[in-house]
């Protein structure tokens, strides 16, 4: 497919056009953003810079209004075409997007490209937070939705100790990919591992890799107490009936004893405002009897 087509516009033809958000809409200086993080994503709007949204990663759910803005693809699987149509005047991301040919085109016809790091751990995210508030001019915001995260974290700290006697539950995350239409287990690497230790729980995943094909010899040998299964792969089986009946769950304690629990993935695998929030409901979830 030829990209010769995309051409820039012209300034006043961008403005008589409009697309989703003209500048007197967005009130942000007439940024046009395409966020490819669902992290980047949710800060935003948190901070208040969602009018100069225009579009998002289809992994972007969060808030429920993020749904709403034009989608862009799969955050690892970016074509450039629908991501120029938008006549954005930044591309935020974390670092982790692509394919590469994508990155060089948006390049080549000259759209900034805004990389921004950290958010792996609490230090790190509150930085962003306070980063993204400023890009925004709303220091306030950051330093308020801080401050809230930093209490939260202490009230679920606080509940987390109350099972500190009882014998560690043992945990298995299992998230169906939207992109390669397989089933994973979550292992010891990445942001659920921090979330599940945080909730005083065991990810029984036996495997050294971040992802693991689902099979019934994993399961089986894990024998997970909980089951936590994320939205995508949930709502595709329809019924906790229907996700017991897949190869090895039926074997699992989780599974007899109907310990398995949809959750939404973007509550587990990265860090943001409502962490705290998120480590109190996993911690209620998973010790509940």
């Given at each position: 497919?030829?990209?010769?087509?995309?051409?820039?516009?012209?300034?006043?033809?961008?403005?008589?056009?409009?697309?989703?958000?003209?500048?007197?809409?967005?009130?942000?200086?007439?940024?046009?953003?395409?966020?490819?993080?669902?992290?980047l994503t949710?800060?935003?709007?948190?901070?208040?810079?969602?009018?100069?949204?225009?579009?998002?990663?289809?992994?972007?759910?969060?808030?429920?209004?993020?749904?709403?803005?034009?989608?862009?693809?799969?955050?690892?699987?970016?074509?450039?075409?629908?991501?120029?149509?938008?006549?954005?005047?930044?591309?935020?991301?974390?670092?982790?997007?692509?394919?590469?040919?994508?990155?060089?085109?948006?390049?080549?016809?000259?759209?900034?490209?805004?990389?921004?790091?950290?958010?792996?751990?609490?230090?790190?995210?509150?930085?962003?937070?306070?980063?993204?508030?400023?890009?925004?001019?709303?220091?306030?915001?950051?330093?308020?939705?801080?401050?809230?995260?930093?209490k939260d974290?202490?009230?679920?700290?606080?509940?987390?100790?109350?099972?500190?006697?009882?014998?560690?539950v043992k945990?298995?995350?299992?998230?169906?990919?939207?992109?390669?239409?397989?089933?994973?287990?979550?292992?010891?690497?990445?942001?659920?591992?921090?979330?599940?230790?945080?909730?005083?729980?065991?990810?029984?995943?036996?495997?050294?890799?971040?992802?693991?094909?689902?099979?019934?010899?994993?399961?089986?040998?894990?024998?997970?107490?909980?089951?936590?299964?994320?939205?995508?792969?949930?709502?595709?089986?329809?019924?906790?009936?229907?996700?017991?009946?897949?190869?090895?769950?039926?074997?699992?304690?989780?599974?007899?004893?109907?310990?398995?629990?949809?959750?939404?993935?973007?509550?587990?695998?990265?860090?943001?405002?409502?962490?705290?929030?998120?480590?109190?409901?996993?911690?209620?979830?998973?010790?509940?009897?």
């Amino acid at each position: 497919m030829s990209y010769n087509r995309f051409l820039y516009i012209p300034v006043l033809l961008l403005a008589a056009c409009g697309g989703r958000f003209g500048d007197k809409e967005n009130g942000k200086q007439g940024l046009r953003i395409v966020s490819v993080s669902k992290q980047l994503t949710e800060i935003i709007f948190a901070v208040r810079g969602d009018t100069a949204l225009v579009g998002v990663d289809i992994s972007s759910t969060y808030p429920p209004a993020a749904k709403k803005i034009t989608t862009v693809g799969y955050h690892r699987a970016l074509a450039p075409e629908g991501i120029i149509s938008l006549n954005p005047t930044a591309v935020w991301n974390d670092g982790n997007w692509g394919p590469q040919p994508t990155i060089d085109q948006l390049k080549k016809v000259g759209i900034p490209l805004r990389q921004f790091n950290g958010g792996s751990t609490l230090d790190s995210t509150k930085l962003l937070i306070r980063q993204l508030a400023g890009e925004f001019h709303n220091t306030q915001a950051g330093d308020s939705i801080c401050d809230r995260l930093d209490k939260d974290m202490a009230r679920a700290d606080s509940l987390r100790k109350t099972y500190a006697g009882e014998a560690p539950v043992k945990v298995l995350v299992i998230h169906f990919g939207q992109a390669a239409n397989q089933y994973f287990v979550l292992s010891h690497r990445g942001t659920q591992q921090q979330m599940l230790d945080w909730a005083g729980a065991i990810n029984v995943a036996d495997t050294a890799q971040k992802w693991k094909n689902l099979s019934p010899e994993v399961i089986a040998k894990a024998q997970p107490d909980v089951i936590l299964a994320t939205d995508y792969g949930y709502d595709l089986q329809g019924s906790v009936e229907k996700f017991k009946q897949l190869p090895g769950v039926s074997l699992s304690p989780a599974a007899k004893n109907n310990r398995i629990y949809r959750v939404e993935e973007h509550d587990l695998v990265y860090l943001g405002p409502r962490t705290g929030v998120n480590v109190y409901e996993l911690i209620r979830l998973i010790h509940q009897h």
